[in-house]
């Protein structure tokens, strides 16, 4: 691995402090390949209801059944291309207004 690059986990740090600092949880999924990749799940979840979110993602739970539990969330795909690391999201639960989109930029700006 190149001294200079970037490692998964220094950019994984930066998104976890981010959304620690937003009262987000975060949930690493898993990490693919030889430290190439990795995908995410970011939650705003409700007041009093971590533990049941966390109970729902360990037991395979369908999450949009549980709008009692989570107010808003998104996966986070991150992939090395060789130069950098690219970042993909995808809202799988969406809120009105939603704290997700000004989320992502602050992640992007985070990771840069």
Same mark, same amino acid.
């Given at each position: 691995?190149?001294?200079?690059?970037?490692? *998964?986990?220094?950019? #994984?740090?930066?998104?976890?402090?981010? &959304? /620690?600092?937003? %009262? *987000? @949880?975060?949930? *690493?999924?898993? $990490? !693919? %390949?030889?430290?190439? %990749?990795? !995908?995410? !799940?970011?939650?705003? $979840?409700?007041?009093?209801? !971590?533990?049941?979110?966390?109970?729902?993602?360990?037991?395979?739970?369908?999450?949009?059944?549980?709008?009692?539990?989570?107010?808003? /969330? &998104? @996966?986070? /795909?991150?992939? =090395?291309?060789? $130069? %950098? =690391?690219?970042?993909?999201?995808?809202?799988?639960?969406?809120?009105?207004? +939603? $704290?997700? +989109?000004? *989320?992502?930029?602050? #992640?992007?700006?985070? @990771?840069?």
């Amino acid at each position: 691995m190149d001294i200079d690059k970037p490692t *998964l986990q220094d950019e #994984l740090d930066k998104i976890r402090a981010v &959304c /620690e600092g937003n %009262g *987000l @949880v975060f949930n *690493l999924e898993y $990490v !693919r %390949g030889d430290d190439v %990749g990795a !995908r995410i !799940r970011i939650a705003k $979840v409700k007041a009093g209801n !971590r533990r049941d979110y966390m109970q729902m993602i360990i037991s395979g739970a369908d999450q949009k059944q549980n709008a009692n539990i989570i107010d808003e /969330e &998104c @996966v986070c /795909e991150i992939n =090395w291309n060789g $130069v %950098g =690391w690219d970042r993909q999201y995808t809202q799988t639960i969406l809120a009105k207004p +939603s $704290v997700m +989109s000004s *989320l992502i930029s602050d #992640l992007d700006k985070a @990771v840069g």
